[in-house]
């Protein structure tokens, strides 16, 4: 059984920071694409950010410089490391594993306000 759980949501004031987990387990993790997605009221759900099984990063324009996503194969974990977040950051971040199949974590809310 595949399971995807995010952790480390929150509220936060504007310009602070948050670093999103995601464990996966029921994969052979090192093989699938990782990716962040979120998911604000009333707004599709959109990448946020993405990394490959060998490693490559790419970010939506709207985060570059202030998220960083990176990948342990060891413990099965990728992360979102969020920085100088701002209240257009405030949605449902999603974890996506992407092989030939598609997994979805359940959603970490993150609020940015003060």
């Known amino acids: 059984q595949v399971q995807l759980v995010e952790s480390g949501g929150g509220l936060v004031q504007p310009g602070g920071s948050l670093r999103l987990s995601c464990a996966a387990s029921?994969?052979?993790?090192?093989?699938?694409?990782m990716g962040w997605y979120r998911q604000a009221p009333g707004k599709q759900r959109e990448l946020v950010a993405a990394?490959?099984?060998?490693?490559?990063?790419n970010y939506e324009n709207s985060v570059k410089g202030r998220f960083t996503i990176s990948r342990d194969n060891a413990v099965t974990t990728v992360y979102l490391q969020m920085n100088s977040l701002k209240p257009e950051d405030t949605a449902v971040y999603y974890c996506?594993?992407?092989?030939?199949?598609?997994?979805w974590g359940q959603g970490t809310q993150v609020t940015v306000s003060s």
């Open positions: 996506n594993a992407r092989l030939v199949d598609e997994y």
């Open positions: 029921g994969i052979r993790f090192s093989r699938y694409a």
């Open positions: 990394i490959t099984s060998g490693g490559t990063t």
